[in-house]
C-alpha cells in the first residue's frame, strides 16, 4: 500500500510523496514515453536487501537506449538512489518502482525536445497474484491478444507503452474469470504472461520460451535457470506450441511481482494433478531462500540497504 507521508526521489532530491507530480502536457502522459522498474527488497536477517539490484538498474538504462532516451544517471546513480529511497522510507519489505519518462516541453510526436525526468518510488506490497496462490497456483488464461511482432514494438524494452498489450490481456484474463493471462507471439508459440515469464516441466525436463518468442528478458527468469543449472535440472530455451502447456507437468510463472508461482490450470485444463508440482517447490524453496538470504549469495545477487 502507498504511505502517502513517504518521500519520492524525483530528478535526484527528494519530494514529499503528494509533491511529486507533472504537467499534464508532459510527453509521456500522451505517447506512453516512459521506461521503468520493478524491483523487490527483502528483509533478511541481515537486513532489508534489494534482490538483483544492478542488473535491474541496467535494464532500465537499456531500456531506455533502445527508445534514444538517454537517462542522466550512471548504474551506481540510480542503485544508490533506490537504496536511499528504501532507507528514507524506513521500509524493510518493499517493491520499488523507477522510472523514466519524457517530461514536459512539446507535443508533438517527436520525443527529443522533451527533458528525461527520473523517478524511484517504493512501497509495501505484498504477493501480487495473491498470498495462497505461491502454494495452491494461479488459474490462467491464453489471451486472444498477442505480444507484438518483431518490429512492432520492442519488447526486450520494459517500457510503459508495452504495458498497453499487457493490461488488455490481463483485462481479458480477469473478464473470463482467470487469475492471469498467457500471450503468444506472432507465430502462434507461448510467449509470456501480462508481468510474468513462463516455465514449463515435462517429463523432467524443464523448458521456457526464448527471447525471439517477444517477451521481456525477466532477471527472476535469469535467476531460475541459474537456480535449475545449481540444481542439475536442464532448462531448455525453446519454442513451445500453446497444447505443450495442457499436457505439462507442471507450469509456473516467474516475474519480481509474482515470484515463483505455480500454475493450477489453463484455459481451465489442469496441469498435472493440480496442485504445486515437485519441480516448481524445489525451485520455489531455492530462490525464496536466496532473496530471503537464507544461503550464501554466490552471485552477489543481493544489495543491502
Ligand atoms: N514479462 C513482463 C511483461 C513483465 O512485466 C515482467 C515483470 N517485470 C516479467 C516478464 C518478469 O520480469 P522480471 O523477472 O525481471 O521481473
Known amino acids: 500500500a502507498f504511505d502517502e507521508n513517504g518521500k ?60 534514444r532516451m538517454e ?37 508533438g510526436v517527436y520525443p527529443l525536445n522533451c527533458p528525461v525526468e527520473t523517478v524511484v518510488a517504493a512501497w ?20 486472444s491478444w498477442r505480444r507484438m511482432a518483431p518490429g512492432t514494438m520492442p519488447n526486450m524494452a520494459k517500457a510503459g507503452s508495452n504495458y498497453m498489450n499487457s493490461q488488455l490481456a490481463k483485462m481479458e484474463s480477469i473478464a473470463n474469470g482467470y487469475d492471469e493471462a498467457i500471450m503468444l507471439d506472432y507465430q502462434g508459440m507461448v510467449s509470456e504472461g501480462s508481468g510474468e515469464n513462463i516455465f514449463v516441466v515435462l517429463d523432467g525436463a524443464i523448458y521456457t520460451p526464448p527471447i525471439s518468442s517477444s517477451l521481456l528478458s525477466g532477471l527472476t527468469r535469469d535467476s531460475v535457470i541459474k ?30 511481482a509474482a515470484e515463483v508461482t505455480p500454475v493450477r490450470s489453463i484455459d481451465k485444463i489442469i496441469i498435472g494433478n493440480g ?31
Not at 537504496?83 to 517530461?103: H, M, S
Not at 509495501?124 to 489471451?143: F, H, R
Open 8 to 67: 519520492i526521489w524525483f530528478n535526484g532530491n527528494f519530494v514529499d510523496w503528494k509533491d511529486a507530480n507533472l504537467h499534464v502536457l508532459s510527453h509521456v502522459v500522451h505517447y506512453g514515453t516512459s521506461v521503468f522498474e520493478g524491483i523487490r527488497c527483502y528483509d533478511t536477517k541481515n537486513g532489508p536487501a534489494v534482490f538483483r539490484l544492478q542488473d535491474h538498474i541496467k535494464r532500465l538504462i537499456n531500456s531506455g537506449k533502445i527508445y
Open 71 to 107: 537517462i542522466p544517471y550512471s548504474v551506481e546513480d540510480l542503485s544508490q538512489a533506490v537504496l536511499d529511497t528504501i532507507k528514507i522510507n524506513q521500509l524493510k519489505e518493499c517493491y520499488i518502482r523507477p522510472v523514466a519518462f519524457r517530461g514536459y516541453g512539446e507535443l
Open 124 to 143: 509495501a506490497w505484498g504477493k501480487y497474484l495473491g498470498e495462497e496462490a505461491i502454494e495452491n497456483g494461479v488459474n490462467i488464461g491464453t489471451s
Open 227 to 256: 537456480i535449475a543449472q545449481k540444481l542439475s535440472l536442464e532448462v531448455r530455451e525453446e519454442n513451445i506450441p500453446r497444447e505443450m502447456l495442457y499436457i505439462a507437468d507442471e507450469v509456473f510463472l516467474t516475474g519480481t
Open 275 to 305: 496442485t504445486r508440482g515437485a519441480v516448481t517447490k524445489k525451485i520455489q524453496e531455492n530462490f525464496f531462500s536466496l532473496v530471503n538470504g537464507e544461503e550464501e549469495d554466490e552471485h552477489g545477487w543481493l544489495s543491502y540497504v
